[in-house]
Structures are given as C-alpha cells and as structure tokens.
C-alpha cells in the first residue's frame, strides 16, 4: 500500500534538510510513497505542532522539531 | 583561556607573514584571525550544549503546566525563559505562538514567549561571550529575559485578543482534534550524531556573517580613530539611545554578523548600554519577524507589539548607560 507522507514547515533550512533526507530515502530503497510538503501554516496548524519541521506517515506525526538521519526515516517508514 | 589563541594570531601575523605589531595592517589582521576562530569555537560549543537542552525541553508538558497552575505573575517570567531557551529559528516561533495560544496560555504570557525568542538565542550569546565576556553576557541575557517579562506583561493588559487574525481566532474556538503522535525512545547515544550535526549546520549557516562582521570589525579597529564615536554618538546625550534603537529595528542583521562591529563601537567610545540596546533591536524586532507575524495576527497588532518592545528596550539602554 501506498504510503502517504507528509513535510511540515514553513520553508526554514531544517524543513529543507528534511525534505531532502525523506526523498532520498524513499527513492533509494524503491518505497512506495507520496511525498506532500506543507508550507502553509494554517494547513500546518491543523496537526497541532508546536515545533517544525514535522514528518507525518500516514495521518501520524513521527518527527516534530528536528531533522532526523535517514536510518530513523528507513525504520519509520518500514 | 584563549591566550594560545592570541599567541597563534601572533606567529601566524606578525612571524609567518612578517607584518609589523606596530602597522594597522598587522593590528586588524591579528584581530581578525584571533576572533574569528575565538568565536567559531564558542559558537559550536554553545549550539551545541543548547542542541542537548533542546532535545530533551519538554515542550508539551511545559505547556500543560502554564496552562493548569496558577502562578500569580509568574508565568510571564517563566515563559519568557522559555523564549530564551528554545532555538533561534523565526519559522518555529508562529507555530509555538498558536501552539500556545490554543493551549489557552493568555496572550500576554505568549508574548513574553515571542519577545524573549529572537533576542535572547544561541548565536547571540555565544558572540557576547566572545566579545564582550561574561559579565556583559549575563546582562543581556538577564535584562532579554527582563524584558520579555515586563513586555509581556504590559501587553497582556490590553485586550488583544480581537486583533488576531480570523483564522486564529477560529482556531481558538473549536478545540482541534489533536493528530496522534509517537512517542520517541531514543538514548543520548542514538541522538548525539544529529544533535552535532545541527549545531555544524547552525555554525556553517552564520560562518560567512561571522567572517564579514568581524572583518568589519578589524577593519574599524584597525583604522576608525580612539573615540572617533564618543565625539558623534557616544557622548551620551539623551537622545543617543532612542536614535540608537529607532535605526535598529527595521534592520536584519544576523546576530553573529552585527556583534563584531558593536564591539568596535563600544571599543571607540560607544556605551555598552547604547549597545546592547541597538543589538536587542536589531535581533529582536525586524521587518521579516513583522512579515512573519502578519498571518497571525492584524497590522495593528503587530504595530502594539513592536511600538511596546521599542519602548522598553529604549527604556533598558537608558537604565543600562546608568547601571554599567
């Protein structure tokens, strides 16, 4: 089934880096996934985060406020 | 503690390259080689120790906790030292303002928040510390989060409320439906690689201002006159201080690129406290934060706002030039 994920942020440097990590991951081990980045802050209050940039897998929030390493996003998304 | 440093800056200048101690050249050279990687050092270090406060700040609960306790003025204090903890990123700061706000934190106590953010961060006091020094690092930080206290506080007595943005307000009213969340597990060890590598990031993104402001700074060091300023600005006539301020606020400069060339200020006759109150202008309130808070709040909120925090730090430069 076809994962959808899901970038937080407002389009600061971390969001970015994240947004970078994610890709990669999903395109380097062939996952099945949608990639959909958030930049507008009312669509982003509505997951109710305090701290961008948040990673949401499948209507879940996994990571807020900080970039994580592409090992963490290969666990998360398997 | 840096005394070696300043010996390497020596032998790299003035034996290496064999420019005299006594040509400006040489002065503003040395200069810059020993507060450049003076600063680079405090820089990482800091980021870096305020990178592990960071990944373990409970937010959330912190959050819950002004919420629920009755704290009799308190909370203002609190949530301003909150401001001062969490990182330098404007991006976070419209989130955790709805965040706290739809959480039903006042909005007063919100602003103390997002008063003391900006100015007091890590970047900013690293650069004070390396400076300027300790003491006047303290007095900063203390008198941001002063600041952020009694700003909030004044602001929270006026009713504010109706002046935020629809959609906030709209936010405020129907209680969201709160998107689930994992929990994290992770050991010191897992998140100490990404906790360095953040503060790299932080430090590589602020090296160039870094290297500008205090290629500037040797610049002036090396060649502006002994109380060039002091003849101008510094004299302190009454209206230094608000000129000071007033010309700060719409400016952006990056914290690590304005700090060198405050030194320098101060260094040729400037007051501290002029200082301190230009710098808290220049981090503190800027036309982008200004562009920023405008999908939040009304433009007359924002113009309260930034009319109040002007006001007060115009207020702390004067009591500063009287104290230091």
Not at chain 2, 8 to 17: G, K, M, N
Not at chain 2, 142 to 158: D, E, N, R
Not at chain 2, 221 to 244: C, D, I, K, Q
Request: with cysteine; charged share 15%; hydrophobic share 50%.
């Amino acid at each position: 089934m076809s994962k959808v994920i899901k970038i937080l942020g407002t389009g600061c440097p971390k969001c970015k880096s994240m947004t970078n990590v994610v890709k990669d991951v999903v395109s380097e081990n062939n996952i099945d996934a949608t990639i959909d980045k958030v930049e507008d802050i009312m669509e982003i209050m509505k997951f109710n985060v305090m701290t961008t940039p948040a990673l949401v897998i499948d209507d879940v929030i996994t990571i807020k406020g900080r970039v994580p390493s592409k090992d963490e996003v290969l666990k998360l998304l398997n | 503690m840096f005394d070696w440093l300043q010996h390497f800056a020596d032998w790299l200048i003035y034996s290496v390259f064999e420019i005299g101690a006594e040509t400006h050249l040489g002065v503003a050279l040395n200069f810059f080689v020993y507060d450049t990687l003076k600063i680079l050092i405090l820089l990482f270090v800091i980021v870096f120790i305020m990178g592990i406060v960071n990944a373990y700040f409970p937010i959330e609960r912190l959050k819950d906790y002004l919420n629920r306790k009755k704290l009799y003025g308190l909370e203002y204090f609190f949530s301003s030292i909150f401001g001062a903890i969490t990182p330098f990123c404007s991006c976070s700061s419209v989130p955790l303002f709805i965040g706290f706000v739809q959480g039903g934190i006042p909005l007063g106590v919100t602003f103390s928040f997002l008063i003391t953010s900006p100015l007091v961060n890590e970047v900013a006091v690293a650069m004070f510390i390396g400076m300027f020094g300790v003491k006047a690092t303290l007095i900063y930080v203390v008198s941001g989060i002063l600041l952020g206290t009694i700003g909030g506080w004044l602001l929270g007595k006026f009713n504010l409320e109706p002046l935020l943005s629809d959609w906030v307000k709209q936010i405020l009213e129907n209680k969201m439906q709160q998107a689930k969340f994992q929990e994290e597990h992770r050991t010191f060890y897992q998140r100490l690689p990404e906790i360095t590598n953040g503060a790299w990031d932080i430090v590589k993104n602020v090296l160039l201002y870094v290297i500008i402001g205090i290629a500037i700074g040797a610049a002036m060091h090396g060649y502006v006159p002994e109380n060039f300023f002091s003849a101008y600005l510094g004299g302190g006539e009454w209206w230094t201080v608000p000129l000071a301020v007033i010309v700060a606020v719409p400016m952006y400069a990056n914290a690590a690129g304005i700090v060198p060339v405050i030194q320098v200020f101060v260094a040729k006759g400037v007051p501290l406290g002029t200082a301190i109150a230009f710098m808290m202008a220049t981090v503190g309130l800027s036309i982008p934060e200004a562009t920023l808070l405008k999908k939040v709040m009304s433009i007359k909120l924002i113009a309260i706002f930034f009319s109040v925090i002007t006001l007060c730090i115009i207020l702390s430069g004067y009591v500063f030039n009287i104290l230091l």
